[in-house]
């Protein structure tokens, strides 16, 4: 399904990678955020505007300003003289170069606002733990938890809902690169290339908050239940508690 799904909708995977459907996913947080999960069954999407990251979405960087312009208006040029349904005849020079420099001007006026109206879920794509992570991720590292899927799980607990794409981050030297135009959300700064991202992106404007919460089949979400290697015995049992009490049939 989720093949069939990358085939009907081919404009959702044309400017970043999908990742294998068996690619392993990891989701490292405290354990509030875990009972969150199980006891509500939704994922939480957060606003990229509430990222640190000032690069954020960004598609190059403002020294470069003039030549990423250049760079937009020949993929601008080229997708106003090819729209389907459009008029040949009407499509003179002077048309397509207006209407090319126009989208160009929305394009950066919309970029503050699009922010704001792109939900975010992140993932760490690993075959096994990653000790990094368990720091990076919980703020008290000795009473943290994660939890292990794949790409198809991931997609599937979300019944495959076409507005959710997922794609892994690309690591790109902005002084040098540009994010493509539909795209920069899963562009990102070469100083993370350790996070190794994978994301599932939705687009709003829905309520414009912080985030906003995604139903989530927790059955077909996880694969497994790991407990920081920090954590002392009573944790484990915690833990262990919670997951019985809100009767997740998942190893731990």
Not at 190 to 216: C, D, M, T
Request: charged residues 25%; glycine residues 4%; positive net charge.
């Amino acid at each position: 399904l989720l093949k069939k799904t990358i085939k009907k909708y081919p404009w959702s995977v044309r400017d970043y990678i999908f990742p294998e459907p068996n690619s392993t996913l990891w989701r490292y947080m405290d354990l509030s955020k875990f009972i969150s999960l199980i006891s509500t069954h939704s994922l939480y999407f957060a606003s990229a505007s509430s990222f640190n990251d000032p690069f954020e979405g960004a598609k190059g960087t403002e020294t470069k300003r003039q030549k990423w312009d250049d760079y937009y208006l020949s993929f601008l040029r080229h997708a106003v003289s090819t729209v389907p349904g459009a008029k040949r005849e009407t499509l003179t020079p002077e048309k397509v170069e207006a209407d090319a420099r126009r989208l160009l001007r929305e394009l950066s006026e919309s970029g503050e606002l699009r922010r704001t109206q792109t939900y975010i879920s992140c993932w760490h794509s690993n075959e096994s733990e990653s000790e990094a992570m368990w720091h990076l991720y919980s703020k008290d590292v000795t009473n943290a938890v994660a939890i292990r899927t794949t790409t198809e799980h991931l997609y599937a607990s979300l019944d495959y809902d076409p507005r959710i794409l997922i794609g892994r981050v690309n690591y790109i030297d902005f002084t040098k690169q540009y994010a493509p135009i539909n795209a920069a959300f899963w562009y990102k700064r070469k100083s993370f290339e350790h996070e190794r991202e994978v994301r599932a992106v939705i687009f709003g404007p829905y309520n414009k908050s912080a985030g906003i919460s995604i139903p989530v089949d927790i059955d077909r979400l996880i694969d497994g239940i790991y407990v920081s290697p920090y954590s002392p015995k009573w944790f484990v049992d915690v833990v262990q508690s919670v997951v019985e009490a809100y009767k997740i049939n998942k190893p731990i």
